[in-house]
């Protein structure tokens, strides 16, 4: 991931403003990842982290939250939603490393966006509710990431008509 | 949807605070879905808008973000990512007219939430990125909600796996 102070590489192009200086509505974080990912060993992708087989993480919810957790059941697909908190916000063209040149913000699932809100899609391993505590198969975000959101995964709603991949 | 104002349901619990009084980051708004959709005219959720046949919507970036739609398609499938600004967001415990009971907030895909991000997996109708116009097959938001985040939707982290269901 692009380090907030990197210079831009070839073909990237940066907003003229910072988006974390024009605040529009303010989130909330409401627990935390906990993962084994810091800076410099992350996987590259949620597919990596499973594939690593230490993607294992749990997310730990502050204690007025955990009522939210009620309904929810072990093997249960779920989506986690996250702030990234150390990404940058203001490249509106990158360069992925591993990419086939230049592409808008919003055609890549890079965490450096206006807006780094990122979402995976896992499976609840476990679940303690009073503690707060969901084991989930795989993250691959930095331990300590702000959590922000969860909800239950839907095929139905989740995957667009025509969409649905050879089984 | 709950109005912000609606006495609780039997069965509901509220949080002892509000979340949007407790800001831990700033959002920015991208831009604006425009729909046919207003409250208490909006469909229950994206199926019924797609079964609607009037559900076909458009976002609408603000300049600065136009750039960031270079490398997306026509056909391809999307993430939109919208901020619910008339949603209430201390319900922690909810009965939904439509359920089976009292669920937690975070199993269930209802507007409100700690913080109202809502994810809709659409397709790209037709694309215009000078002018930030992108035509998407359909959307269950009301018009003017504030759009926060588009990604591509990928099948190989979307679906989890185990979750594709029988074609």
Redesign the interface.
């Known amino acids: 991931m692009a380090d907030r102070n990197d210079p831009p590489r070839p073909g990237e ?1 940066r ?3 910072d ?2 200086a ?9 627990g935390r990842l906990r993962s084994g990912w810091a800076r410099g060993t992350a996987p590259r ?3 990596q982290a ?1 594939a690593s087989g230490e993607g294992a993480a749990r997310i730990e919810l502050a204690a ?2 955990r ?6 059941e072990p093997g249960q ?3 986690v ?1 996250y ?1 990234m ?1 150390q990404s940058r916000r203001d490249l ?2 990158q360069a992925p490393r591993h990419g086939s040149g ?8 890079s965490p450096a ?3 780094p ?1 990122a ?5 609840i391993t476990d679940l303690d509710p009073e503690a707060g505590v969901i084991g989930i ?1 795989a993250i691959d975000a930095f331990d300590g990431t ?1 959590v ?20």
Chains 1, 2 share one sequence.
Request: proline share 14%; net charge neutral.
């Open positions: 192009e907003l003229g403003h988006p974390a024009q605040v529009d509505a303010g989130v909330t974080f409401i992708n949620l597919t499973r007025p939250y009522r939210g957790l009620a309904g929810l697909c779920i989506w939603l702030w908190d509106i063209v230049p592409r808008g913000t919003f055609a890549l699932r966006r206006p807006n809100v979402m995976a899609a896992v499976r198969d702000p922000i959101d969860i909800k239950p995964w839907l095929d139905g709603i989740d995957i667009p008509p025509g969409a649905a991949p050879a089984p």
